[in-house]
């Protein structure tokens, strides 16, 4: 019988009789509900899941959140929800998937991506980190940059080149890799909001044991589109408000302080309100769609839409604030955990959206994926399709 | 804010479109409507008996015991998707929405009964007011004097098809036959071919009154006309796009289709995603027009401000990716992109409905 939304309403409401919110510590608490099924509903059972549709898991957040139930944080650790979860899911052993799913889900374990590579970036396929086999271990070295968050992380999802004598798509491979092995090396990169969320990271003869490698030898690239698509997959579960995001900080300002108003702030500032208004109804379209068993395309055009508006609506509250615009919050480098967009100054919401059309593939990267895959248009000429990755130019 | 509003399309709605699109496509093709633009009668009669006898679709937005289909708005869009896919040269929005709407809003037997003979489709009905009027306007061009109306007033929509024209005047809203002594109607040379203008003249014509007080009638009409043309406004947009990206993939220059080079897949790109967020916006002002819903002047004011740019947008890059062929007559691209920016300045362009949003949520100009 599979689970419909009264059932786990129910299920919701006796989890939460047997664990009162009130007096559960909250790692205990959030241990019990992966246990429970009720982590990520449409995970397995024994796997923080139920096997139940995945929409039905807004049901489940509604109770828990009017119960006032702590949740995982998920920004702290949104490669490891978002990304690194499905990726073993999907191709993780028995033993993987009982290994680290619940403490990533829990928050005790942080994950961080080591793809990105300084010649290596949109053509991620490209990557050099080498790793070679020495019995039952992978001896990996190469160097990995723009990785956010590895400061704080315990495990990363790493590709790496097994094979440099095919083409370039082939002789990559998928790995585990625990930071805290020797030959893991993490340096601050600072950015041009001053602080260090990203780092460079250098690894030496990093001891990876063959268990710890998703999928096949040299299926890397297939293991690795899981984690990308799952990049976006995020977006649809969300249900935001009107003046959710950037733009409600920005139009509190406006009706808080009228000496900062002119016409042409204003004529902005209703072209973007509107924007955000109708990327916001997209977004609960996309999400009614996958409610309803029917998902749309609409979700490669999120990310696309919210870089711009974000970027824009940060560019026009500065200007807004006049003289104040003028200010910055805090140059300090510090290495933050969460990237905190309202929690700080325009000043730094303007330079952090900056990234929006760069980090999880650039808007270029996307408005091709999107011509090519939704609109059907011809693909770009290839010349690098079946020469090996060894003989290609650098 | 209500409750959240239902943005998809039912299979009831999907079954109506395709049996719409079928319709259109058998007797709406570009060629014929080119022609029938140049003729002596830019409307189809044909085509238009077919909706909205055959089918029934006039009376989508009147109540079954008033002699209409009890459908609601939402279906009204979903026509009117199919209708702008055509630029169909009938007066659906004029006749079907805001007639239809005005009389919505009167009461009596003059009312009821004209209701019926528009929802039976064999009755065409418009509402005198100039297309460009916006939802907040006041109507004094027409006077009444114990319901003997003079008055003129330009840039009617349809009004040379219509049977029956609702007159706003200061004294109430009236209804006027249009073969009744003293009504003229002289059609203008109209920028969009396919919802012709004319001005209409009323000289001591026989009125028979609707209401006392024409504003409310006027407002809810023009703001239903505003929130369902979005949904004709995207379903031009969709239909340019499609026909943008097939025609790229075939047309071949340097050796390969134009549709491989990136500096269009990115164009292209960029309209696909107005088209999508097109789509969500219209679809929210119909269920909020069909819901009754507190948040219907919102959402037909931000449907109004998107999708009217994004309908042009959408036509002129039609044009231009289309290269020499866009610019000529024998190519339908030109007939969507004059629907399209007419409509932009119809029922209000995107500055008043902006301007109408900033006083709803509370963000005044300085
Ligand atoms: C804030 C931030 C956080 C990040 N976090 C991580 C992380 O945790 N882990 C990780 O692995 N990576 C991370 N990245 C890296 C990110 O994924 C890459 O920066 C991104 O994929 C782009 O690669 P690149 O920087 O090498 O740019 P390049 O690929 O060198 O691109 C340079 C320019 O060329 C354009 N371009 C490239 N190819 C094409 C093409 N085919 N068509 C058109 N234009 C093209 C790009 O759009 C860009 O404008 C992060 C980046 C940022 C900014």
């Known amino acids: ?394 | 804010m209500s409750t959240q509003p239902d943005l998809l399309y039912s299979e009831d709605e999907e079954a109506l479109r395709s049996a719409v699109r079928d319709l259109l496509t058998d007797h709406c093709a570009a060629p014929a409507v080119l022609a029938r633009i140049e003729g002596d009668e830019p409307h189809d009669r044909a085509l238009w008996k077919n909706l909205a006898e055959s089918m029934g679709l006039a009376g989508l937005l009147v109540p079954e015991e008033r002699g209409g289909q009890g459908a609601s708005h939402r279906e009204a869009a979903v026509v009117l998707e199919e209708l702008g896919r055509a630029v169909a040269p009938v007066p659906y929005l004029t006749s079907a929405v805001i007639a239809t709407e005005a009389l919505l809003a009167c009461v009596g037997s003059e009312a009821e009964t004209l209701l019926s003979a528009l929802a039976s489709g064999r009755t065409v009905g418009a509402l005198t007011v100039p297309l460009s009027a916006t939802p907040g306007r006041e109507f004094t061009d027409v006077r009444a004097t114990d319901s003997s109306l003079t008055g003129r007033v330009t840039g009617v929509a349809d009004a040379a098809f219509a049977d029956v024209f609702l007159v706003p005047t200061p004294d109430g809203l009236f209804a006027v036959d249009a073969s009744a002594d003293g009504v003229t109607v002289a059609p203008q040379t109209s920028f969009d071919p396919t919802r012709p203008l004319a001005t209409v003249t009323f000289e001591a014509a026989a009125g028979r009154l609707l209401a006392d007080t024409a504003a409310p009638a006027v407002r809810r009409a023009l703001r239903a006309g505003a929130g369902l043309l979005a949904s004709e406004q995207l379903g031009l947009a969709d239909w340019l796009l499609t026909e943008t990206v097939r025609y790229t993939r075939e047309r071949h220059q340097f050796n390969r289709p134009v549709g491989s080079f990136q500096a269009l897949k990115h164009r292209l790109a960029q309209l696909w995603l107005e088209v999508v967020n097109a789509r969500a916006t219209a679809r929210n002002a119909a269920d909020a027009l069909a819901t009754g819903s507190d948040d219907t002047d919102v959402a037909v004011a931000v449907a109004q401000a998107y999708t009217a740019p994004v309908a042009v947008h959408v036509a002129e890059e039609a044009l231009q990716l289309h290269g020499g062929i866009g610019m000529t007559w024998e190519h339908p691209i030109h007939l969507y992109l004059k629907r399209a920016k007419s409509s932009a300045i119809a029922l209000g362009t995107v500055g008043r409905h902006r301007e109408e949003l900033a006083e709803l949520v509370d963000l005044r100009a300085p």
């Open chain 1, 1 to 394: 019988m599979s689970l419909d939304a009264a059932r786990l309403r129910t299920l919701t409401q006796e989890f939460l009789a047997a664990h009162p919110v009130a007096t559960t510590p909250r790692e205990e608490f959030l241990s019990a509900r992966f246990d429970a099924g009720l982590a990520w509903v449409h995970y397995p059972e024994g796997l923080g899941g139920l096997d139940a549709p995945r929409a039905l898991q807004a049901v489940v957040d509604a109770e828990l959140e009017a119960a006032g139930a702590p949740d995982n944080d998920p920004r702290r650790n949104g490669i490891g929800l978002g990304m690194a979860a499905p990726t073993v899911l999907r191709y993780g052993t028995d033993e993987q998937k009982r290994r680290f799913l619940k403490p990533l889900w829990v928050g005790q374990e942080i994950w961080c991506q080591l793809f990105s590579e300084p010649g290596a970036g949109s053509d991620l396929a490209a990557l050099g980190t080498r790793a070679v086999r020495e019995g039952d271990d992978w001896i990996v070295n190469g160097q990995k940059v723009w990785t956010s968050g590895a400061h704080n992380s315990r495990f990363a999802i790493l590709i790496a080149r097994t094979d440099p004598d095919v083409p370039k798509h082939r002789g990559i491979t998928y790995f585990v890799c625990d930071m805290t092995d020797p030959g893991v090396e993490v340096r601050p990169l600072r950015q041009i909001t001053g602080e260090a969320e990203f780092n460079e990271v250098f690894l030496t003869d990093v001891r990876i044991p063959d268990a710890h490698r998703l999928g096949e030898t040299g299926d890397g690239w297939k293991v690795a589109q899981t984690t990308l698509n799952n990049e976006r997959v995020a977006i649809g579960g969300m249900r935001i408000p009107r003046e959710g995001g950037l733009i409600g900080i920005v139009a509190d300002t406006w009706r808080e302080r009228p000496e900062l108003r002119t016409h042409d702030l204003h004529q902005r500032l209703m072209t973007l309100w509107v924007e955000a208004e109708v990327a916001r109804l997209t977004g609960e379209r996309l999400r009614q769609q996958l409610v309803a068993g029917h998902p749309g395309p609409e979700g490669a055009g999120m990310k696309l839409g919210f870089a711009r508006l974000n970027q824009q609506i940060s560019g026009l509250e500065l200007e807004l604030l006049g003289e104040e615009g003028l200010l910055y919050d805090d140059w300090t480098m510090r290495r933050p955990e969460i990237v905190d967009f309202a929690g700080r100054d325009a000043g730094y919401r303007y330079l952090r959206a900056k990234g929006n059309s760069i980090e999880g593939g650039t808007s270029e990267v996307l408005l091709n994926i999107v011509a090519e895959r939704v609109l059907g248009l011809p693909p770009e000429p290839r010349t690098d399709k079946d020469v090996a990755w060894k003989d290609l130019s650098r």
